[in-house]
């Protein structure tokens, strides 16, 4: 690569720090839009997803994906030299659970894999996508449509297959990853505001939360782009569990303050400074 092109790169990404930067300062709603350009897109309808992978066909595809899926993750564990603190706090879960996690680039969800691999609790973890993501091109798009993958959709009848496949798996002990923050911000490393979504799930089908937090440290190097290089630490928290004393709507909003508040806590511990929306704690 020239260093035209190195320096171009570098500016394209520096354009989306400074849009998050912005986006910080302007707070509410902004703070669940995307950054990035979304790869276009089509409404996703009941027979484009097999949620629950019972066609032939999509078993096998399943299969290629999870042993990409093994490279991947030996690749990019490697990479940002991933570590696990807390992993004991699956084993506290005896059934399905909602697991939810900081969304700051594309591969953090390598640190819930490896998490939950660390843990030994034999679950199988399945990840909420974005409509959009579930056509990508590419290695990333194939493992992203045919690895263990639940993707939304603006259809409301592939949303009813969504929500049956949802529940099932849960009903199955397994895991699913959801995104509370909605949106990437890339190598953010605040906790943003959260969506309701994971916690009425949750209440719904009467399963806990684990809240996961994943910082960063700058260490030597730079990245494709030119930005300091980052290591990953990702820190699994105890269980919050449905209070069978509360409605529905005070359920989600109490397990939705219990998760932000442990994460706050979390990234006040390690960075060592106060949560504060105000332009600071950037790689840049």
Sequence with gaps: MSDNQQNDKYLERLAIVNKIKEYERLGGDYFFIDVEADPPTKTLLPEDVDYLKVKFSTKIKTAIAVFLGNRFNKTFKKKFNVKVE???????VDGGAIITSNHFSQFEN?????????SKVNKRLNFVIREGNYNMPGSVGYMLKYYYTLPLSSNIHTMRNFNSAFTELLNRGQYILVYPEQSMWWNYRKPKPFKRGAFLYAVKNNVPVIPCFTTLTTVDGVDEFGFPNQNYTIHVMPPIYPNSKLTERENVE?????N???????????YKIPLA?????FIV
Aim: aromatic share 14%; hydrophobic share 40%.
């Design 86 to 92: 807390g992993a004991e706090n699956f084993k506290k």
């Design 260 to 270: 932000f508040s442990l994460v706050k806590a979390k990234y006040e511990e390690v």
């Design 277 to 281: 929306y105000d332009g600071g704690n």
């Design 110 to 118: 390598i640190c819930v894999y490896n998490a939950v691999l660390e």
């Design 254 to 258: 109490d397990m939705l303050e219990q």
